[in-house]
């Protein structure tokens, strides 16, 4: 919690949340799930960390137990657009392991972002700012929509993209709404840009349906723009991604509720491994799910080739626990947990799991920093200190003697 967060309310300041993102080779990914965990432990109050199901660090697991030193109640909320067998497999199976691994700790699964009021709005938002861009108006001129969302497997899925294209159609003055996707399933991007033209719009407007600004994302405009060259008489052009946006949150907020409070609603009826749906027979059955879900995490599992294999994560050289009891809590420590992760991420040389932790019994003295397996112990340490740690110790294992509380 940084030092403008709000305070924890009562009853809340022994529970934390965990947020899941998918995981991704590419940094500014990630970094875009841990700046929402920030964004979220400042409207929450309580701590909140950053978690990732594949190709980024730290893991569920790691994360959890991250926090389950300083905490005896966690709640998974998952950065997951629409459900499919990551959110319905690979998360629950995660945490079914954690609560086996922490028999102690109540850990509560939350459900997905799905559709929500707050999306719609940030969608209409982005398509607002595209028909600036354009000099066209839905109100005047024939606008239309086609939102392009990754596709998947799952039925449910898709038809949430569905859904929610409609929801954004309704009360509005667009010409019309359609729903496309990028891979996996039809109809593709290029399909239903071609379908919409035969309306003849004034303009189309294309909508990446995607969290981060990354490689789809790029398909999505780089096909905006060929449409544009083969439709001359068509203005188009492709929106932002959701990105960070603060209704982010609002939607966040609500699935922590909801989870805390064992009231999650997940689309039973239409789930593939619950119910016979035309095409996917094959699918129903928990057994299924689950050997599917246990097949995949064996693909996270550590290995020599670790460097060769993005999929698997090594232990860390060093692991760094920062307390954020209430003493330390108090004095900052919050602040130099988080500097101290974003100096972490930012080098090059720095191999270290960077955590929090409940009381080290030094109260008074803090914050503390506990470095292991040095053994090495910081206190009142400041959050512009934390750039020292990381670049002197942690990468160069030169410890900073100024700071030393005890070594152990």
């Known amino acids: ?84 067998s990551h959110v319905k497999n690979d998360v629950p199976l995660a945490v079914q392991d954690a609560r086996a691994e922490h028999p102690g700790l109540t850990i509560h699964n939350g459900a997905h972002l799905g559709v929500h009021p707050a999306l719609v709005d940030l969608l209409d938002d982005r398509a607002a700012a595209v028909e600036a861009e354009l000099g066209v108006d839905r109100e005047e001129d024939d606008v239309a929509v086609v939102l392009c969302a990754r596709g998947s497997s799952d039925p449910d899925a898709n038809g949430d993209a569905h859904k929610l294209a409609r929801l954004l159609y309704e009360g509005r003055a667009f010409e019309r709404v359609e729903t496309s996707f990028i891979g996996v399933t039809e ?44 439709y001359p008489y068509v203005a188009a052009g492709a929106g932002d991604p959701l990105g960070t946006d603060g209704r982010l949150l609002d939607v966040l907020g609500d699935r922590w509720q909801e ?11 239409t789930c593939k491994y619950k119910v016979e749906l035309d095409g996917y027979e094959e699918d129903v059955g928990g057994a299924r799910a689950m050997l ?25 050289a ?37 955590t929090r932790s409940s009381c080290l019994g030094r109260c008074g003295d803090g914050p503390m920093v506990a470095v292991y397996p040095d053994g090495v112990w910081y206190g009142g340490v400041e959050e512009d200190d ?21 070594t152990l």
């Not at 965990?37 to 994360?63: K, N």
């Not at 692991?319 to 809590?329: G, R």
């Not at 900052?332 to 100096?343: D, F």
């Not at 934390?386 to 005890?406: G, K, M, N, P, T």
């Open 187 to 230: 109809p593709r991007l290029e399909e239903a840009l071609h379908s919409v033209a035969k309306s003849r719009p004034d303009a189309v407007i294309v909508l990446p349906y995607m969290l981060g600004d990354g490689v789809l994302t790029q398909r999505v405009r780089d096909g905006a723009a060929e449409f544009d060259d083969d």
């Open 292 to 316: 599917r879900a246990l097949t995949h995490q064996e693909a996270h599992a550590d290995r020599e080739d670790v460097a060769d294999e993005p999929h698997a994560h090594d232990a860390p």
């Open 318 to 354: 060093k692991h760094v626990a920062v307390c954020t009891n209430q003493t330390c809590a108090a004095d900052g420590s919050p602040a130099v947990l988080e500097r101290l992760r974003q100096e972490a991420r930012d080098s090059d040389a720095c191999d270290a799991r960077i």
């Open 1 to 84: 919690m940084t030092a403008n967060a709000t305070p924890a309310p009562v009853g809340l300041e022994d529970e934390a949340v965990l947020l899941v993102g998918h995981g991704s080779r590419r940094e500014k990914s990630n970094e875009q799930v841990r700046a929402l965990a920030a964004d979220l432990e400042s409207r929450l109050g309580i701590p909140v960390d950053a978690g990732f199901l594949e190709l980024a660090s730290p893991s569920i697991p790691e994360a959890i137990a991250g926090l389950a030193s300083s905490v005896s109640q966690i709640t998974v909320v998952q950065l997951s657009l629409f459900a499919a």
């Open 259 to 269: 989870a805390r409070t064992e009231s999650v609603d997940m689309s039973c009826d």
């Open 386 to 406: 934390a750039e020292r740690i990381v670049s002197s110790h942690l990468d160069r294992d030169r410890i900073v003697s100024d700071l030393v509380d005890q």
